[in-house]
C-alpha cells in the first residue's frame, strides 16, 4: 500500500497530540524540493523512501524530531543541502541527526566481486562511527534502521551482486544492532529479508514447505487459541492473544544448527498472551501448566531477569495432542518494548545500557587490534547467534553465545573475575571453566587473586570479549613478550622461504594452523617464542602441503640418523628398522638385506622369534662421543579436548627436547591422534620423557612410527 503524507500526520498525532505539525510539513515541503528530479530504482519517485522512513518512525511510536528527521535523512547526501540550512530551519538535533546519518552512509563497505564484503580501514570506521554516533544521540539508529528496512523491502530492484552485499552487510550488522536495542520485529523482518537473498535456494524451498503445511499449522493454532480463550475468560482475566508460525530465517538456522526437521523444533507455534499486570501474567501461567502439560526444559522467566537488551515475557512450551505450543505471557508494556526495544519510547532513555556494553567492547578493540584484525572481531561478537541465558547467584540474567563456558560468563561479569577465575560452580556443583553451559544454570565463578590466565584458554573460550581480555592481559605482561617473539620468528621465517610461499597472511595462518590443533594464532606464536615448536621445513609441509606436491614424488630425505659402525666400518649408508626403531643407547645389530644393511635393535620381535636368517646377521655399535640428536616419529592417542597438546608439548620441553613436527586429528570418538616429531638425544631421555607422558590420564597410548 503506498503511504499518503496524509497517513503520516495521522499516525503521528495519534501517538504524541503535542507534536508540532507545521515543523514536520515543512520537512516533508523541503523533502519534496530537495528531491524533486530523483528516483528510485524502482522507478518510483526518490520521495516515496523518506517518506516510508518516516512513516517507519511514527509506527515505532518515535517522537516528532526523529520522524523529521526520517523524511530529511537524505537531503545532505543527495541534494547537497547544508547542516547550517537544516539547522536554522529544523533546529539543531533535527541537523546532528541528518548529518551524522550522512557522514555513515558515505562510508560505504567495499563490494568485493559480488563475494560480499571484505576486511578493511573503511568498514571498520563505519561501524565505529555507527556505535559511537549512536552514544552522543540513539535516535541515529532508529532513523538508520528504518532506512535500511525500507531498502531491504525494495531490494529486488538492484543487480544481483548488491542485493547479495547488502544482505550480508544487514546480518552482519543492523541485525544484531536491532538485537542489542530490544526490537524483536525490526529483528526478524530484516532476517527474512536478508535470508531471501543470501539463500535464495534455502529460502525459495522452506517457503514452500511451510507455506504447503501453512493451513495446518494455522488449523492447530486456531484451535489451541479456542481452549486457552475459553479457560481464560472462565478464570475472569483480562487478556488478548496473538499466534505465529515461527519465521523462517529463524526456522532455518534451527533446523540447520541442530539438524532436525520442521516438526521437531518446539517453538515453531505459538501463542501470545498479552495482559494487564505482571501479577496476572504468573496467574496465567499457573492457569496454564493446570490444565496442559509442560515441558519444564523450556520455561524461562524473562520477568524476574529480564534479558540484557530489555526483553521482559514469561515463557513456557506445552503438550496438547501430541503438538508443542510455545506460550509467551507479558503485559502491554513489555509486548511494545519486546516488538520495538527502545524505539517504543516517545523519548529515548538517558539509561542506554543496551549498547554500553557493545561500544566498551569496541573500544577495546579498537586501541587493541589492527583494522583487519577488528573487522574480523567486530564481526563475531555482533553476530546474532543462538544464544544461552545463564545467571549469577545473584539472579542477574547473562546473555552468552551457545557453547559459552564459564570462563566466557566470568569474563562477561568482569575482566577481573576471569584473569582471576581457577574454577566454577554450577547449580551449586564444581563445574569445570572448560565445559559448555546450558540456559537456566546459575554459575558462580571461583577465584583466587594469584591466578593468571593461560594461553590454553584461547584454545576453548567461545566469545570474543573472553578471548580479547586473555589477550590483553598476556600483551601487558612478561609473558607477553613470547607472542611478539614469536611472531618475529615466524615472519623472519617466511620471508626466508618467500619464494616458496609466497604471500601468507594472518588470516590464511590461522586456517592452517588446525592441522596442528591450535585455532589461535597468538598461541602458534606463544609456542614458538618458548621454542616448544622449532620452525623447520617439515613444519611447512604440515601447514602448506600444496606446496610441496613435487618434493613429495621424490624420495623423501631420512630424519636424522645417529652414526653406526658395522663390522667395524663406520660410514656406511644404513636404514634404521621400522620393526623395533632402535634409538641411540639400544643394543643393535645390522642386518644385511637386497636393499641394503639395517639396523635392528637386540629387543626386536622379529630376532627374539627366530624370524631373521643368522647369515645376514653383522655386528654394529653407535658412534661414541656424538652429540648428534636422532628424528623420532610419534602417534599419540589422546582424549580430545581443548589444550591437550599445550599440555604435551609443555611436558616434552621439560626435557629440552625439539619439536620438528605437529599434526593432529580427530578421531570421531572423543579421542583424537597427535603426530609429532622429536629430536632426542639417547633411549635415556626418550624412556624419561615416555614414562612421565604415559602417567597421564589424557594420553592413551604412545607408539614410534
Same mark, same amino acid.
Given at each position: 500500500m503506498q503511504i499518503r503524507y496524509e497517513d503520516l500526520e495521522d499516525l503521528v498525532l495519534k501517538n504524541q497530540p503535542e507534536a508540532d505539525l507545521k515543523l514536520i510539513r515543512r520537512a516533508w515541503l523541503f523533502a519534496a524540493r530537495a528531491h524533486q528530479d530523483q528516483w528510485r530504482a524502482s522507478g518510483d519517485p526518490y520521495l516515496t523512501h523518506p517518506l516510508e522512513v518516516a512513516y517507519t518512525l511514527a509506527k515505532w511510536g518515535s517522537d516528532y524530531i526523529t520522524v523529521i528527521a526520517g523524511l530529511l535523512h537524505d537531503v545532505i547526501e543527495d541534494a547537497g543541502v547544508e547542516k547550517r540550512e537544516l539547522e536554522e530551519l529544523f533546529g539543531k538535533d533535527v541537523a546532528f541527526i541528518v548529518d551524522a546519518l550522512t557522514k555513515?552512509? !558515505?562510508?560505504?563497505i567495499p563490494e568485493s566481486e559480488g563475494k560480499g564484503f571484505s576486511s578493511s580501514e573503511r568498514q571498520v570506521a563505519s561501524i565505529l562511527k555507527l556505535f559511537l554516533s549512536s552514544m552522543e544521540e540513539p535516535r541515529i539508529l532508529k532513523v538508520k534502521l528504518a532506512d535500511r528496512l525500507h531498502n531491504m523491502k525494495t531490494l529486488q530492484y538492484l543487480p544481483p551482486h548488491k542485493r547479495k552485499r547488502i544482505a550480508e552487510e544487514t546480518l552482519t550488522i543492523y541485525v544484531p544492532i536491532a538485537h542489542m536495542m530490544g526490537m524483536g520485529k525490526v529483528k526478524g523482518d530484516l532476517e527474512d529479508l536478508s535470508f531471501r537473498y543470501l539463500y535464495p535456494e534455502e529460502y525459495s524451498r522452506l517457503e514452500k514447505l511451510v507455506s504447503s503445511r501453512m493451513a495446518e499449522f494455522q488449523g492447530k493454532l486456531r484451535k489451541m487459541q479456542a481452549m486457552l480463550e475459553g479457560v481464560l475468560r472462565r478464570e475472569g482475566i483480562p487478556f488478548r492473544i496473538q499466534s505465529r508460525v515461527k519465521r523462517l530465517y529463524s526456522i532455518f538456522r534451527k533446523m540447520r544448527r541442530k539438524g532436525v526437521d520442521l516438526t521437531s523444533i518446539d517453538d515453531l507455534l505459538a501463542l501470545r498472551v498479552i495482559t494487564d499486570t505482571v501479577d496476572r501474567c504468573y496467574q496465567i501461567l499457573g492457569i496454564v501448566h493446570k490444565n496442559w502439560t509442560p515441558i519444564q526444559a523450556r520455561l524461562r522467566d524473562w520477568i524476574a531477569s529480564p534479558k540484557p537488551n530489555g526483553y521482559r515475557s514469561l515463557h513456557t512450551t506445552i503438550i496438547v495432542d501430541g503438538d508443542k505450543f510455545e506460550i509467551q505471557i507479558r503485559t502491554e508494556e513489555m509486548h511494545r518494548e519486546a *516488538?520495538? #526495544?527502545?524505539?517504543s519510547h516517545l523519548t529515548y532513555k538517558e539509561d542506554r545500557s543496551y549498547i554500553k556494553e557493545a561500544l566498551d567492547f569496541v573500544r577495546e578493540l579498537q586501541s587493541d587490534l589492527r583494522a583487519g584484525e577488528l573487522m574480523k572481531n567486530i564481526g563475531r561478537s555482533l553476530e546474532v547467534r543462538e544464544v544461552i541465558y545463564v545467571q549469577t547467584p545473584k539472579g542477574h540474567t547473562i546473555e552468552l553465545p551457545a557453547g559459552s563456558t564459564p570462563l566466557d560468563f566470568a569474563y562477561a561479569i568482569h575482566t577481573e573475575i576471569g584473569n582471576h577465575a581457577v574454577g566454577a560452580k554450577v547449580d551449586g556443583m564444581r563445574y569445570s571453566?572448560?565445559?559448555p553451559l546450558r540456559s537456566g544454570q546459575v554459575v558462580e565463578i571461583i577465584t583466587d587473586p594469584k591466578a593468571t590466565p593461560s594461553m590454553d584458554w584461547l584454545n576453548f573460550v567461545k566469545t570474543q570479549r573472553a578471548r580479547q581480555k586473555i589477550k590483553t592481559w598476556f600483551r601487558k605482561n612478561e609473558k607477553s613478550k613470547l607472542i611478539p617473539q614469536g611472531r !618475529?620468528?615466524? *615472519?623472519e621465517f617466511?620471508? &626466508? =622461504?618467500r619464494k616458496t610461499l609466497g604471500e601468507v597472511t594472518e588470516d590464511d595462518l590461522e586456517k592452517r594452523l588446525k592441522h596442528l590443533n591450535i585455532k589461535d594464532p597468538d598461541y602458534f606464536f606463544y609456542l614458538l617464542g618458548k621454542e616448544a615448536i622449532t620452525l623447520s621445513s617439515r613444519l611447512l609441509r604440515r601447514l602448506f602441503p600444496e606446496k610441496f606436491k613435487e618434493e613429495r614424488r621424490k624420495k623423501k630425505k631420512p630424519g636424522k640418523k645417529p652414526s653406526v659402525i658395522v663390522d667395524g666400518l663406520q660410514d656406511i649408508e644404513v636404514e634404521f628398522a621400522k +620393526? +623395533? !626403531?632402535?634409538? !641411540? #643407547?639400544?643394543?643393535?645389530?645390522?642386518?644385511v638385506t637386497k636393499r641394503g644393511i639395517k639396523i635392528h635393535s637386540r629387543a626386536c620381535p622379529l630376532y627374539l622369534q627366530g624370524l631373521l636368517d643368522s647369515s645376514r646377521i653383522r655386528s654394529a655399535r653407535w658412534v661414541e662421543g656424538e652429540d648428534e640428536k636422532q628424528s623420532i616419529s610419534l602417534e599419540v592417542r589422546v582424549i580430545d579436548r581443548p589444550g591437550i597438546l599445550k599440555d604435551i608439548l609443555d611436558l616434552i620441553s621439560r626435557y629440552g627436547i625439539n619439536v620438528t613436527g605437529i599434526e593432529g586429528k580427530a578421531v570421531g570418538d572423543g579421542t583424537g591422534i597427535i603426530y609429532l616429531s622429536l629430536d632426542i638425544k639417547d633411549r635415556s631421555q626418550w624412556n624419561q620423557? =615416555? &614414562?612421565?607422558? =604415559?602417567?597421564q590420564d589424557e594420553i592413551l597410548s604412545i607408539r614410534i612410527v
Open positions: 555513515l552512509s !558515505r562510508v560505504k *516488538e520495538l #526495544g527502545s524505539a571453566l572448560k565445559k !618475529r620468528m615466524w *615472519e617466511l620471508q &626466508r =622461504n +620393526c +623395533c !626403531r632402535p634409538i !641411540r #643407547g639400544d643394543d643393535i645389530f645390522a642386518y620423557v =615416555n &614414562r612421565d607422558m =604415559n602417567t
